[in-house]
């Protein structure tokens, strides 16, 4: 039992290291940084970029079409780019500029966007 407790402990330690790990605020200064001008400020698709493409950068904020996406799905998109995944290769691939921490906290922004509005 006390052995059982002590493992408990510990995974729960290293869950809170894992979460502590993702740093929302810098996916967003990368995102404001690196994405706003296809995706947009608010990550609603209408960049500055997006008049004049022929595939429309994706809404992050269509919540009903990005909770079908799996983190994993989002960290491929971004790390390998759109063609990764069977989207367009307008979406760039990042892995050359970004590490996969940089790219972890990118997904964390864009789940944010999507799928915990926040007030
Ligand atoms: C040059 C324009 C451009 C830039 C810059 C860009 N994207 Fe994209 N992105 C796109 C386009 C276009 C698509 C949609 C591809 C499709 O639907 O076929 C896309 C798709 C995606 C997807 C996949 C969404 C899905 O439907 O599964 C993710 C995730 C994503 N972008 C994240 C990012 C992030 C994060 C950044 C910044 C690091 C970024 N993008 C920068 C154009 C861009």
Not at 23 to 29: A, H, Q, V, Y
Not at 84 to 92: C, D, E, I, R
Request: charged share 25%.
């Amino acid at each position: 039992m006390k052995l059982f407790n002590f493992i408990v402990l510990l995974s729960t330690l290293f869950a809170m290291t894992e979460a502590y790990a993702i740093d929302t605020k810098n996916g967003e200064i990368l995102y404001q940084a690196y994405c706003t001008q296809c995706h947009g400020k608010n990550g609603d698709g209408w960049g500055v970029n997006a008049a004049s493409m022929d595939v429309l950068p994706k809404d992050h904020t269509d919540t009903k079409g990005m909770i079908t996406r799996t983190d994993e799905d989002i960290f491929i998109a971004i790390k390998k780019g759109g063609k990764a995944v069977s989207k367009s290769n307008l979406m760039p691939n990042w892995d050359a500029n970004m590490t996969d921490q940089e790219i972890n906290d990118l997904v964390a922004y864009v789940r944010l966007l999507c799928c915990e509005k926040e007030k």
